[in-house]
């Protein structure tokens, strides 16, 4: 898993004149055999062009040696001379993807912080409930909460009928209070439990009833960060639950970014603080006036960066620099992304949405 210094060293990295090979692969062994994903892996350094050399080596190696399969998806970075090796497996695929530059290709892994980062998850029935906190879909902490069990109450209850209409006696009021304190409670252990972790999603688990009546429970904060219910065994394992979770957060995604492009499409309509259109939003970056960067997924462009400033552009009619100043790069989008993240803005990829293809494939939520 990558952590924010980990991210932070691919978007400082400086070849020395090297180029890079950035290697993203699906590493589902449920899906594929390890020996097929190293053909395919064969396959993307061919298609490159990249038949010898010992960065090519190193990936070689590390895969018939030193990667232990278990993980979903996997990350490469290494230069040519395989002097600078980097590896990151996730638990969240990637598409089999090789891209060959001066810098990281990171673009996939702004994916992945985007959709995936610190989400939240309470399993919870009548008598108590289980919490995890994830990142990236990977496990980080877990805990529980245990109330009173309501299905001994019903033992020597008495007869159901006694003074209650509808053949209902104090029983099954004493058990309904009981159930009632449980989730109160569960609610406020939940509280306790996220209330140092940097959760920006939560599901609940369980049944209809009981997952509707326990979010009214739980604080103000952890119901704005409420993202959706699903109805499942509290039995059910760990494995089970990131599974589903995971499902919910790729659904609750493709929501987030239809709104967020409808929202870049008006703010920029109404001359707010929005751009879209490939140089105008390079501009934006060039300004350091970026607060989200919002790209279509595999939208690519040749472009100039002046490593000095850090000014960017793909149109040399726009640009204050001759071209003899500037250093031409392969892939300016790929390039835009990464100084908005060093200069701290954030990053969309979005997949197959018409309305931001419509634009540009690209734009820009500015901060003024």
Known sequence: MINQEQLQELLSYKGNDQQILSLYLDTDCTQESAEMIKLQVRGLLKEARINQGKGMEAIEKYLNHSYDWAHPGLALFTNMDGSFFRDYPTAVSFRNRLRVGQKPYVKPIAHLVDH?????????????????????????????????????????????????RGGQGGGFRREEEVAQRNLRDAAAAAGQFFANKPIRRLFIGGTAETT?????????????????????????????????????????????????????????????????????????????????????????????????????????????????????????????????????????????????????????????
């Open 212 to 368: 509707s009546q326990f979010r009214e429970l739980l604080s103000k904060q952890l119901q704005s960060c409420f993202a959706g219910q699903f109805n499942v065994d509290m039995n059910a394992g760990e494995h089970e639950v990131r599974a589903r979770t995971l499902t919910l957060l790729y659904e609750a995604n493709i929501e987030r970014e239809q709104k967020l492009v409808q929202t870049l499409i008006t703010t920029q309509a109404k001359g707010k603080n929005a751009v879209v259109g490939l140089d105008d939003t390079l501009q934006a970056i060039s300004e350091k006036r970026v607060q989200s960067l919002i790209i279509s997924d595999g939208f690519r462009n040749p472009g100039y960066i002046d490593p000095n400033s850090d000014f960017v552009t793909a149109n040399l009619a726009r640009s204050p620099l001759s071209d003899q100043e500037l250093v031409e790069v392969e892939d300016v989008v790929d390039t835009a992304v990464a100084l908005t993240m060093s200069q701290g803005g954030h990053v969309e990829i979005i997949s197959n949405n018409p309305d931001l293809e419509s634009v540009g494939r690209i734009g820009a939520i500015l901060r003024y």
């Open 116 to 164: 995936y980062a610190h989400y939240g998850v309470i399993m919870v029935d009548r008598i108590g409930a289980r919490y995890y906190e994830y990142h990236l879909g990977e496990l980080q902490t877990t805990d529980g909460f245990m109330g009173e069990d309501v299905r001994k109450l019903k033992k020597g209850s008495g007869s159901s009928a006694v003074g209650m």
